[in-house]
């Protein structure tokens, strides 16, 4: 399935809403690549359901999807409590939901050993626990429904491990791996479900991560290049950025791959403190 015209139809010649359904969930909606996400989908008709922590920041998305001549409804969640959780799924209970997009996520960098377990805990509630809550939740939904679409954002670190950042990165590994099973199962049920794996990006990712960031994408591509690989593709890679990023380690053995990332990231990331 591809996007044609102005990106409102799919490839199969229906509108997103009648590929998908008419309302779309996303996380992560409040800024970054969940925010650019939503816009997209509200410009290609579908209304929306933003979900994040911070209602301000909403609110503002919320205001400007709906200038697109949609329906917005705001979700103020916290996802990595399972209250935040059931909230979602609540206040999505009357709406006839067909697209899944898990885009809420944060990570942590610097050596392990000197994480705070508290912080690496908290990240996967995030980042696997909720995903995982929220896929199940609507899966089952979209297999009665026979019809419906699950993006679930891990990243280009979660192919190997990745050094100072070694949980974060294990965490995408874990969504990685839980789209491509999904993808097979759901696929007869009339399932689309994509894992996008950008590389970095100005989202808001960096500073929270206390990262020192070059290069990246910006979120807008990593959007609308996710949005057209759906029901085309089980992995998408959106950017230029990305796929040279990708490219150039493919050649590597995996124990290679580790260590060019502990470089790459240990460049990134403030120097381990002194014992």
Known sequence: MSEAGTGQVTGDGRSWAGRYGPWAVVTGASDGIGRATTMLLAQRGLNVVLVARRGDLLEQAAAEARSHGVEARVVIADLGHADGVIRVQRETADLEVGLLVAAAGYG????????????????????????LALTHHYAQRFATQRRGGIILFGSIVGFQGTPYAAHYAATKAYVQ???????????????????????PTNSGFASRAGMRMGTALDAETVARDTLAALGRKSTVLPGL???????????????????????????????????
């Open 241 to 275: 950025l990305t796929k040279a990023l990708t490219w150039s380690l493919s050649t590597l053995p995996r124990r290679m791959r580790v260590r060019v990332m502990g470089r790459v990231m240990a460049g990134m990331t403030p120097p381990p403190r002194r014992q």
């Open 177 to 199: 791996s839980l789209a491509e099973a999904l993808g097979v199962e759901l696929g007869p049920l009339g399932v689309d479900v994509l894992a996008s794996a950008p590389g």
């Open 108 to 131: 942590t960098s610097g050596p392990f050993v000197e994480s705070a377990l508290g912080a690496e805990l908290d990240m996967l509630d995030v980042n696997c626990r909720a995903v």
